[in-house]
């Protein structure tokens, strides 16, 4: 490039030699060509071959008219000159502020690309930062979930004891109603009568009348099963308490669940707007394999949390399932109990009523069998005093 001060117009001389007068033609003809001659070392430009013509013309003395179309023409060239040398100037600073343009944006530009280097690497810190609490959530609720299903099987296990016993008292509430049946057979018949069978065998038989049979039912066996009842119905309270409690538990892992479903959402829509920024940018080939890298460790970081979102989910829904299959088990086992319950319930009201009968009944039997007693005394007695009568006579 030139320089400014060589691309600037400069005084040309041969301006002062446009005019020629004609009386001092023959005079201002050898000025001329000496103006002419420092003209043509003042254009830089010119060839070579313009100057040999011009030489050899003034050489031949050439005539005024020559030197007039020649002086005419060198102007012409000069100012042409001066217009590209001005043009060339203009042109040279407005290449200049284009630079200066140029190089401001340029570092613009690298410190826009820097910021979103160090924007794009905060984010992924966060992002990761998140995805490590995410972790660490499905590792508690997975570890909740774990006790949660150990709890299930201790209230199983509690449950089968308990089953246990309740079937042990229902046979025990079983066999008394077989003894207690055939206890009132022997003393009634069906028709709701006394039996005569057993109150003549009894007459002949005084010292049998409070038998051990009678006294298979007793107010003590009845209290140990209203005790034993008790105990079954509290147990029964606290497995419904427990089940609840298993039930909210349930719902605060659901909850849990749905926060961190969420969070996942949030982060995918922060992936997702990251991406548009990335994709939106016209960075140029030196930032490209930044870019690249950036996006690997983008779609790396999805699908690792799909993988995270996956795995809690799948793993939740077959906990859940398995809860309620549970749960649904225990609500019919705790139905049955229920069921066995109410029938415990009227057993002991059937044995309460029949012990509140039986002592009446006992003593309307022992009543008859004094009464026989008596009648059976007195014929002996009347038997005793005809055979006195007799060995009398």
Known sequence: MMDDNSMEPQANPMNESVLISDDDASVESN???????SISQGSRGRSSSKVKVYQ????????????????????????????????????NKYYKEQYGQVKKNLVAANKDNSLLKETMKLRCRRILIRINELQKQCEEQQDQLKQARSECEMIGYDRDYWQSQCDGLHRQITQWNQSSDSLLDVFFNEDGSHNEDFINNLAFTPTKEKGGDASAITPADK???????????????????????????????????????????????EIDVMC??????????????????????????????????EITVNEFDESNEKMNKELSNAYIEIADQKRFS??????????????????????????????????FSIKIAELAAKVNDYHSV
């Open 31 to 37: 000025e001329a060509s000496d103006e002419s001659t």
């Open 56 to 91: 050899s013309s003034t050489a031949t003395s050439p005539s005024k008219a020559s030197l007039m179309e020649r002086n005419k023409t060198l102007v012409k060239e000069v100012r042409f000159a001066d217009q590209t040398c001005v043009e060339l100037s203009a042109k």
């Open 223 to 269: 209290a140990l099963l209203e005790e034993e009842l008790e105990e079954k119905c509290i147990a029964i309270a606290e497995f419904d308490e427990l089940l609840e409690y298993k039930d909210a538990k349930i719902d605060e892992l659901e909850t849990m669940l749905e926060q961190q479903n969420v969070q996942i959402d949030n982060l995918l829509d």
């Open 276 to 309: 548009n920024e990335e994709n939106s940018e016209d960075e140029s080939k030196q930032h490209a394999s930044p870019s690249k890298e950036m996006r690997r460790r983008i779609v790396s970081l999805e699908e690792r949390l799909d993988a995270a979102e």
């Open 342 to 375: 109410d029938f415990q319930a009227s057993t002991i009201e059937r044995i309460n009523e029949e012990l509140s009968q039986s002592p009446r009944k006992m003593r309307k039997s022992d009543d008859t069998v004094r009464q026989r007693m008596a009648e």
